[in-house]
């Protein structure tokens, strides 16, 4: 029989040739592997997040987001939108999402589709202190939604094909003889900016002419494309004469050094259409609370001026709106409430459809 000491000496395992594994050792892995996994664990562990839909250009939304994410320590899970269906495509998908909603906040580059989703049902009312200084004319009455800077719908045109005597004053001028029509451009009005310009347009001008003159643009033969930056590119390398953009497609293409001018159209007359961004809190967020500390950054006056300095936007909706760098001599907007558009935005959108679907 043995000894009662050998009976408590730790054992020697062998692995292969000679390689010997004592229960120290084993005790030393084990804790290794529970540290490890308390590690792993830890890893694990959610941050706190925001998931925002956004439809402003991603070059010009992302760096906010960023900014957001360094001063708060919360991240924010972006879902950008294609240029084509820019805006619209998120709001069908929040209205899709309406029982089971996904998206905390909705950034959009208009004002349009958000007036669509507040009549769905989509928008939580909120009252960002940041919101204070946001004049009535650029907010919900109810707080459903708070605008963020301004774009303006202007003519790009490319000056090596046309002199300053040639070029286009009035929206009108698509229809004029005088330009060719594949060589005269906009984006296709079922999306984002042009959308919101053709319902403008059909409150300003009435529903009734202004369907005559979507179906003058299309018999003419006036090219569409998909998305204000394509317009903008067509018009800088000389494929377009000139087009119809937002001041922040237009800017772009002046900053690459591009042989461009821009102009606001229906200064005479009409006005030019100046569009304002918008923020809003999705009802039912699965992080309200992450989610109103988001919309209180959006809309700080900060936050706009850096928009601005981006050339994303060109106004400041708690200033002047008519004043602006671009245009030192004024710029006479088009007088229309952003309910007005967005009540007759359903309406005009049937008669695009049914224009260009031909």
């Not at 049902?121 to 960002?128: E, H, K, N, V, Y």
């Not at 296709?188 to 369907?211: K, Q």
Request: net charge positive; with cysteine.
């Amino acid at each position: 029989m043995k000894h009662s000491a050998e009976l408590f000496r730790p054992k020697i395992y062998t692995r292969g040739a000679g390689s010997r594994l004592t229960l120290c050792r084993l005790v030393r892995l084990f804790l290794l592997a529970t540290l490890g996994a308390s590690l792993l664990a830890g890893c694990g562990k959610s941050r706190r997040f925001v998931v925002a839909y956004v439809s402003v250009d991603q070059i010009y939304s992302e760096p906010i987001l960023k900014a957001f994410e360094r001063d708060t320590g919360i991240e924010v899970r972006a879902v950008y939108d294609v240029e084509a269906s820019k805006t619209t495509g998120l709001a069908t998908r929040l209205i899709a999402e309406k029982e089971y909603p996904r998206a905390d906040v909705f950034w959009n580059g208009e004002f349009a589709q958000t007036l669509r989703l507040k009549e769905s049902g989509i928008l939580q009312a909120s009252s960002p202190a940041a919101a204070s200084g946001i004049p009535s004319a650029f907010k919900d009455t109810e707080g459903h939604w708070f605008g963020i800077g301004g774009r303006a719908r202007v003519f790009l045109i490319n000056r090596s094909l046309l002199r300053p005597d040639q070029y286009p004053k009035k929206l009108e001028d698509f229809l004029n003889p005088k330009y060719p029509p594949d060589r005269i451009g906009m984006s296709l009005p079922l999306f984002g900016t042009s959308a919101t310009h053709a319902a403008a347009l059909f409150a300003v001008m009435g529903p009734e002419p202004a369907t005559k003159f979507f179906s003058a643009l299309k018999d003419r033969g006036v090219r569409l494309v998909d998305g204000n930056s394509v317009v903008r590119d067509l018009v800088a390398n000389g494929r377009l004469i000139f087009g119809i953009t937002d001041t922040d497609d237009a800017l772009g293409a002046v900053e690459r050094g591009a042989p461009v001018e821009i102009v606001a159209p229906d200064q005479d007359e009409r006005g030019t259409l100046v569009v304002p961004g918008t923020a809003a809190l999705i009802r039912g967020a699965p992080h309200s609370k992450e989610a109103a500390l988001l919309m209180d950054y959006l809309l700080k006056p900060e936050t706009e001026q850096a928009l601005i300095r981006s050339g994303f936007c060109q106004w400041s909706i708690r200033g002047n709106i008519g004043s602006s760098p671009m245009f030192p001599s004024g710029l006479k907007t088009m007088t229309v409430s952003l309910s007005e558009v967005n009540n007759l935005l359903p309406q005009a959108l049937r008669q695009m459809r049914e224009i260009f679907s031909r």
